[in-house]
């Protein structure tokens, strides 16, 4: 993007529009691994035990 905007390609405010669509993007994929510990706690809490050995083991969404 830096690139892009420094070869005239793209000006200042498409690549601001773009680093902050790249900031949603990550905030969204964040609020969906929250969702889903919330989710994974709501189980144990109604089986009342661990679904998982340890916390480490847990699933979750891909994130970086």
Avoid: K, Y
Wanted: aromatic fraction near 8%.
């Amino acid at each position: 993007m830096e690139r892009a905007l420094q070869a005239g390609e793209i000006d200042r405010i498409a690549a601001v529009t773009s680093a902050l669509e790249g900031v949603v993007a990550e905030q969204s994929r964040f609020d969906a691994v929250v969702q889903q510990r919330q989710a994974l706690e709501l189980a144990e809490d109604a089986l009342q035990r661990p679904l998982f050995e340890t916390p480490e083991r847990v699933p979750f969404l891909f994130w970086p």
